[in-house]
């Protein structure tokens, strides 16, 4: 049986170049039929996972999948859809966790992440002071061996330098400016999800990060 990947890449192409609702409508049975197929690999996906991070049993394909249209009520971007898919597995009052988008091109971020982005700015100032005050822990879990080999460190934005109150000399001045914090699986990119596998290939991926993802949630919860 042929594999659905190929369609959807399709159907996303062809979206980026009709995103308008009469395209969108005469194409809402293509796009309901392939979404159907992402729900059940994303299903197997957090079935995987769940072995390794129990807190995710509860979580539903449903849930953890986006919508694909667009909230464009502030952005100067008016098309209504996405042009890619893509899901959220967090557990259930955590604020960081696990994120998986796919598309039929690299620059659409097609790939596997784990982190915390674009957190409130107190929240962001209870992670700086924990990952501060427990480098070497922290820095630990980001030199493993696993997360070295197989991901990158990412930040949406840093400060060109440090926040106020540290001093501006301060020996963890990298991590301080960073304004979330993120790790991106390397080599993952489209051609990664034409593999049927990708569901549990992907859990094992992002089983390496779950000390990186647990130390971000533990700190984020600690008075």
């Not at 557990?91 to 957190?119: N, R």
């Not at 820095?139 to 493993?144: F, G």
């Not at 699986?185 to 051609?191: C, D």
């Not at 049927?196 to 008075?223: G, I, M, Q």
Request: proline share 7%; charged share 25%.
């Amino acid at each position: 049986m042929k594999y659905y990947i190929n369609d959807l890449y399709a159907f996303l192409r062809e979206l980026a170049a009709n995103n308008d609702r009469d395209w969108f409508r005469a194409n809402k049975n293509r796009y309901d039929d392939l979404r159907a197929l992402w729900l059940a690999d994303i299903g197997r996906m957090i079935d995987t996972m769940s072995v390794w991070a129990p807190a995710l049993t509860s979580l539903t394909a449903k849930r953890a999948a986006y919508r694909i249209y667009r909230d464009t009520r502030f952005s100067p971007d008016k098309t209504p859809y996405k042009t890619f898919f893509s899901a959220a597995m967090n557990a259930p009052g955590s604020q960081s966790g696990f994120y998986i988008q796919i598309g039929p091109d690299s620059h659409q971020w097609a790939g596997l992440f784990a982190g915390i982005w674009c957190p409130e700015a107190p929240l962001l100032k209870k992670l700086r002071r924990a990952i501060v005050d427990n480098i070497e822990e922290w820095e630990a879990i980001v030199n493993a061996p696993e997360i070295v080999s197989n991901f990158e460190i990412t930040t949406s934005d840093s400060l060109k330098t440090v926040p106020r109150g540290w001093p501006k000399d301060h020996p963890h001045a990298g991590w301080l400016r960073m304004k979330d914090y993120g790790l991106q699986a390397r080599n993952v990119g489209p051609e990664f999800f034409l593999d049927p596998a990708w569901p549990e290939r992907s859990a094992e991926l992002l089983s390496f990060t779950k000390p990186f993802v647990d130390f971000l949630n533990y700190s984020a919860t600690e008075e």
